[in-house]
Each structure stands twice: as structure tokens, then as C-alpha cells.
């Protein structure tokens, strides 16, 4: 459908008595410019189709990063699961685990919980992403950033490792 071949186009529709190599030459020359932008379209056209088969799904983004990149080094690992607790106030009287904050005293009981503060939750994410050391560059974390965050849900977060192979 978007395959246009050009120097056949201008052959075809010039009367068959104007058909001569200058003349061919010269409409190839003034349309240069649409070739040119033909040519960009096509290959933002190319991108754009690579873009939509890739998805946020662990092997999806995998082999885009792979291909992107052009090595075969690249992992995604799924990180720890958390188990999930109900928060419950001292008000309530309910016999669970009461879950502390850092600043506040603790009975004696050694099975206390204590809840995440903001610079704990900093720390947490859902992803790992191993790449080979020898790529380790703001440059190309950048790029590996911009690459990830078009792909993975918004509300995922995740850290890159680099990783030494033997």
C-alpha cells in the first residue's frame, strides 16, 4: 500500500513522445524533495508498527530492549513478592498485628511491623532490569530509561543492575 516506486511513476505518466532521459532526469530532480519526505514517512512508519507489537508484558519488553540495544544481555527479573496486611487502628481493637511507625515505642513482643516511610518506599520496586556492565554510561541510561518508561505501566517502578559477564 505505501511501496511507491518513483522512477516509475514519472515514466508512466509522461506522454510516451516526452520519455527521454533529461526530460526523466529533470522530474526525478523536482520531486527529490517529496522522495525525501516519502522516504522519512516510511521509515517513521517502520518505527511506529516496531513500537505497537511491543507491549509491557516481561517478554515483550525484553525483546524490544534486546533488539534496541543489540544484545542479547539484557534481563527482566520480577522482584520478591510482598506480602499484603491490612492496616488496622489502635481504636478498632482487633487483635492483628499492629503495625508501628519508626518513631513510636514497641511493646516487648518481637513480632512488631513497622510501616514504610517514604524514603523505605524509595527503596521498593517491582522490576529488575540486568543490563551488561559494559554498557554502564548516563548516557546510556538515559536512553535505557526513555526505552522502559515508553513500555511499562505507569505505576510499576523498577532499578537497573549492571551485571558483570563471565
Known amino acids: 500500500m505505501f511501496k511507491i516506486d518513483f522512477n516509475k511513476l514519472v515514466f ?3 506522454p510516451t513522445h516526452k520519455r527521454g532521459n533529461v526530460t526523466l532526469v529533470f522530474l526525478l530532480a523536482a520531486l527529490k524533495p517529496v522522495i525525501d519526505i516519502y522516504d ?4 517513521f512508519r517502520y518505527q511506529k508498527n516496531l513500537e505497537a507489537t511491543y507491549n ?4 515483550g519488553l525484553e525483546t524490544y530492549l534486546r533488539n ?3 544484545t542479547d544481555d539484557i534481563f527482566i527479573i520480577d522482584s520478591e513478592l510482598r ?3 491490612h492496616v488496622y487502628n489502635k481504636q478498632e481493637n482487633i487483635h492483628e498485628p499492629y503495625i508501628y511507625q519508626k518513631d513510636e515505642e514497641l511493646p516487648a513482643a518481637d513480632d512488631n511491623w513497622f510501616f514504610n516511610t517514604k524514603e523505605d518506599e524509595e527503596l521498593s520496586y517491582n522490576a529488575i532490569i540486568q543490563v551488561p556492565a559494559s554498557f554502564e554510561s548516563s548516557s546510556f541510561e538515559a536512553i535505557l530509561k526513555k526505552a522502559i518508561n515508553q ?4 505505576d510499576k517502578t523498577y532499578i537497573i543492575q549492571y551485571i ?3
Open 164 to 166: 558483570w559477564k563471565n
Open 151 to 154: 513500555y511499562i505501566f505507569s
Open 68 to 70: 534496541f540495544f543489540g
Open 12 to 14: 508512466l505518466l509522461l
Open 56 to 59: 509491557s508484558q516481561v517478554l
Open 83 to 85: 506480602e499484603s496486611v
Open 40 to 43: 522519512a514517512f516510511i521509515a
